[in-house]
Structure formats: structure tokens, C-alpha cells
């Protein structure tokens, strides 16, 4: 669970970043813009020629650390994604056994969230990759989740949070047995 945690926080922590960065772009580039420019003497074409390339000149210092940091974020951003990618389970799909035995587990019923922590619980329709198989989930029973498609639907591709996470086994207790195994999420590792 700490390392579906951290990478959790890593991407929010990554999301976070890069739309504070794209907030300072707009705001320096804004800023820039709306500056008082130095009076150019003469009249003419050269005149506004040299009021636009000061206002040029301006908006290009004030966007070139925000655009650095933007670069920065989407070079880390496309590892991560390469990463994911690398991590793919080579087996997409739960096997019949597999499926059997997470409905069971699930006793048929949405394993996923309907709100305030409470357990769906409308028909399971749907086998689901907990931690999402695009991001390297492990096509494994540990990270088999019972979901009904409105559910499935809903969660998409995205990491749970650990505090779902943590609910999602908080809620298995009880339901399954106490010799049964209520861990949840697993990835692969890189090859």
C-alpha cells in the first residue's frame, strides 16, 4: 500500500505543479503585457515596429523561467508515461478463473465506492484492474475489483487514492472471511 500511495501523491504532487506553472506562465505573460513601455520618440511605422518589439522583448523574459519549468514537468510527466508503459501486464484480461473467483469474493456485487465510503453494491457486471492495468496494474486477483459499469465507468484510468484504497479494504472485512486476504492494488514491476 506505501508505494500505490506515493505514486499517488508523486502524479497529484506532478498535476499540481504544472498547473501552478501554467498559472505564472499566463500571469507573466499578462504582466508583461500590460507594463508600461518606455516612451519611443519619432513617429512612423519604426515607431510602432519598436513599441511591438519591446513588447516582444518583455514577454519573452517574463515567460522564459515559467516555460523552463513547464519543459521540466513535461519531460518528467512523458518518463512517468514511458514507465507505465513498460509496466504493462502482457495479459489485459482477468482469466475466467480469475473472474470466478473475484465475484465470488465480491458475492456479485460492485466491490467500488458509491459514496461517503459506502460500498455500491448494485449488481457486478464488470471485472476491474484496481490500480489501472494502462498504468501498470497487474492483471492479478490481488488487484481483481467486482464493479458494476456505472462504476467502472466512473473510476476510468485513474490511480485510487490511497484513502480509497484504504476504505476499499476496510469495506472487504465485511464482507469476506477473516482468513481471506482484503489487500487491494498491485503493480507490476519494470522489467
Sequence with gaps: MPELGRIY???????????AVLIWLA???MTALTAKAPPVSGAG??????????????????????????????????????????????????????????MARANGLCELEAGFGRRCGSTAEHGD?????SKGGSTS???????????NRAKRANIPSPGQQRRMERRRREYLPQSSSIS?????PLP
Design 9 to 19: 501523491w508523486t502524479r497529484q504532487g506532478l498535476r499540481l505543479a504544472y498547473s
Design 141 to 151: 486477483l490481488q488487484n481483481f475489483v467486482a464493479a458494476c459499469a456505472r462504476c
Design 27 to 29: 500571469a507573466s505573460v
Design 184 to 188: 487491494v492494488g498491485e503493480r507490476q
Design 45 to 102: 511605422p519604426s515607431v510602432a515596429a519598436a513599441v511591438l518589439l519591446g513588447m516582444f522583448d518583455r514577454v519573452v523574459s517574463a515567460a522564459a523561467l515559467p516555460l523552463v519549468v513547464a519543459v521540466v514537468l513535461g519531460i518528467a510527466a512523458a518518463i512517468i508515461t514511458r514507465r507505465d508503459v513498460r509496466r504493462r501486464d502482457p495479459v489485459r484480461r482477468f482469466t475466467r478463473q480469475q473472474r470466478r473467483e473475484g
Design 129 to 133: 484492474h484496481f490500480y489501472p492495468w
